[in-house]
T-cell receptor, first 110, second 117 residues
Framework: TQLLEQSPQFLSIQEGENLTVYCNSSSVFSSLQWYRQEPGEGPVLLVTVVTGGEVKKLKRLTFQFGDARKDSSLHITAAQPGDTGLYLCAGDLAGNMLTFGGGTRLMVKP | GAVVSQHPSWVICKSGTSVKIECRSLDFQATTMFWYRQFPKQSLMLMAT?????????EQGVEKDKFLINHASLTLSTLTVTSAHPEDSSFYIC?????????????FGPGTRLTVL
């Protein structure tokens, strides 16, 4: 059982559609990060959320941290083929290392 | 921004041989580096935490005698897969933490793809 559960695991949508990816846990995190990874490359940090209820926006991406700091969501508006990739959430439990969720593989078709 | 490099980017080796992977922080000193393994279509799994000047801390289920970690300097950590077998084939990713910042100053390398024949 993973500490961080991501859903959905796979998502295939058409260009222009909206989508939301969820990251849930029963544990409280001091911070949570979202990464995007392309095949054959390392993860690239998109955002860090720290405060319960925090909302951060990065162009068409909106990130939210749950009030209790146990869950987070990533919403993409008007997805584009360039958004295709593996999206990973990662939480900081002990203040020193990251625990990764299982990942959501997104494919946006033109 | 800060950069972490890995070498080699890919390696193919015969079963039974040992392979060394290097992880370098290029413009900052990292007292802590992390090694992850990622199987196809899966997420990253932390293998071990590499601490400069001391022994690495291994996650449960990771054999420390098989995956040797050496963090000899503040900019270099190495992972040696000893007596590699086909089941060790994976994508190995390191990350380095800039001690000057918080957790979001952890930078990931580009990964090393290991294929054991």
């Amino acid at each position: 059982t993973q500490l961080l559960e991501q859903s959905p695991q796979f998502l295939s949508i058409q260009e222009g559609e909206n989508l939301t990816v969820y990251c849930n846990s029963s544990s409280v995190f001091s911070s949570l990060q979202w990464y995007r990874q392309e095949p054959g490359e390392g993860p690239v940090l998109l955002v860090t959320v720290v405060t319960g209820g925090e909302v951060k926006k990065l162009k068409r991406l909106t990130f939210q941290f749950g009030d209790a700091r146990k869950d987070s969501s990533l919403h993409i508006t008007a997805a584009q083929p360039g958004d295709t990739g593996l999206y990973l959430c990662a939480g900081d439990l002990a203040g020193n290392m990251l625990t990764f969720g299982g990942g959501t593989r997104l494919m946006v078709k033109p | 921004g800060a950069v972490v490099s890995q070498h080699p980017s890919w390696v193919i080796c015969k079963s039974g041989t040992s392979v060394k992977i290097e992880c370098r922080s290029l413009d900052f000193q990292a007292t802590t580096m992390f090694w992850y393994r990622q199987f196809p279509k899966q997420s990253l799994m932390l293998m071990a935490t590499s601490n400069e000047g001391s022994k690495a801390t291994y996650e449960q289920g990771v054999e420390k005698d098989k995956f040797l970690i050496n963090h000899a300097s503040l900019t270099l950590s190495t992972l040696t897969v000893t007596s590699a077998h086909p089941e060790d084939s994976s994508f190995y990713i390191c990350s380095a933490r800039d001690p000057a910042g918080g957790l979001d100053t952890q930078y990931f390398g580009p990964g090393t793809r290991l294929t054991v024949l």
